[in-house]
DNA sequence: CGAATATACGGAACTATGTTCCGTTTAGCA
DNA sequence: TGCTAAACGGAACATAGTTCCGTATATTCG
């Protein structure tokens, strides 16, 4: 019943905080939560008991609840969170290395998001409306980000023009499903092959 | 029977008993179960209640159990048995209609089996043993019978030869995926583009 | 045909897990 | 410091998978 209409909240981002600020305890519980909801979905998968989030967070299910309405609610903020930290790692990113080393480290940085993500992956496509705005911001967030290191390659000469960030980005995510059957070793080796690629007809190079 | 795993009789099919002849009541709630279980996935997904299946079925759920000691059994069980329903549909149809008719049916059929499962093949990659024999089973049944297909169309000058069932089947399997997020007839326009694209360089045809 | 027996049946009971409720605690403020 | 809205915790409730076991019956055998 009551269904996600009043699905507000969490996502601000820009860090607007319109009416009463959030107090201390609940911010606190709720980086918590988070934190914990990752690392036991990376140890016992997506379905692990709310409980036992809550137990190891040091919270109630109460409180769980009162953040999350639904257990997918959690689900979703924690792929989010990942979504914005690997976003933001492009920057970082972009700031620390060289125009191209800075793209290829990000596409590695990528690979690591994908593949520890495929069992929310597999949650996304169980119709649940919680997991319906993740696609888009999936790619609100991904797409800018790789654009920004691309449009910086390019400026620099590493790397030829034109290049989509989108289809690179789902061309390494398939290469990263399919590298869940064979070995840990082929996408990264798939991806280095992608970069050549586009290192290939660069303006510095040839 | 041919399927992988031991699991007891059940292969009625040909009539073979091979120890003590199971009985009548037994088969017969078999069968309810699964063509229920069918019925019942198609309508609620594959996550409906047990309960709900065994109460619609007319049976207890102790004797669901009998029979599927997990949930997950019954699942692969009526996956198993769309599959073959899907296979056996090949030879109905080559007698039915002429080599390329028949071939072209059965796509149509196939497209039919990989549309409704789709809520199937999600649970595949759940990671649980029930389903590990699965996709062995889907290639050691579908393959051949499009095989057989292909040999009869190519045998009688309506398509090329060398076709790669496989190929194929996998192909058909993502039109149809992502057919889901387009329209209903955009998988069965691409199947006839394919179809026509194995006419295409055909011994009956340039 | 009727008794014997292995097999199967049904559903209550047990367990696990999502979700709600509400009395208690506490952060933020005057 | 005292007040109050917000947040907390966890018992209680609801739902669903799974097990157990007394009862029913298909099949066999005399």
Redesign the interface.
């Known amino acids: 019943m009551s269904g996600g209409s009043e699905r507000r909240g969490a996502g601000e981002g820009t860090g607007g905080q319109a009416d009463r600020r959030v107090r201390a305890d609940a911010q606190r519980n709720m980086d918590a939560l988070l934190r914990t909801a990752l690392a036991v979905f990376a140890t016992s998968?997506v379905d692990a008991p709310v409980r036992e989030i809550a137990e190891r967070a040091g919270v109630g299910v109460g409180t769980v609840y009162r953040h999350f309405p639904q257990r997918s609610d959690l689900i979703a903020a924690v792929f989010r969170r990942e979504i914005d930290a690997c976003a933001d790692a492009a920057s970082l990113l972009a700031a620390e290395y060289g125009p191209f080393d800075a793209l290829a480290q990000w596409m590695l940085r990528y690979v690591d998001f994908v593949s520890a993500k495929r069992g929310l992956a597999?949650a996304l496509?169980?119709?649940d409306p919680a997991y319906e705005a993740l696609p888009a911001y999936f790619d609100q967030r991904l797409r800018p980000a790789l654009q920004g290191l691309f449009d910086a390659a390019s400026a620099a000469g590493a790397i030829r023009t034109g290049a989509k960030p989108n289809e690179l980005l789902r061309a390494v995510a398939s290469l990263c499903t399919a590298a869940h059957d064979v070995g840990p070793d082929y996408a990264r080796s798939m991806i280095g092959l992608l970069l050549d690629g586009l290192r290939y007809g660069a303006a510095g190079s040839a």
């Open positions: 998968g597999a496509h169980s119709g």
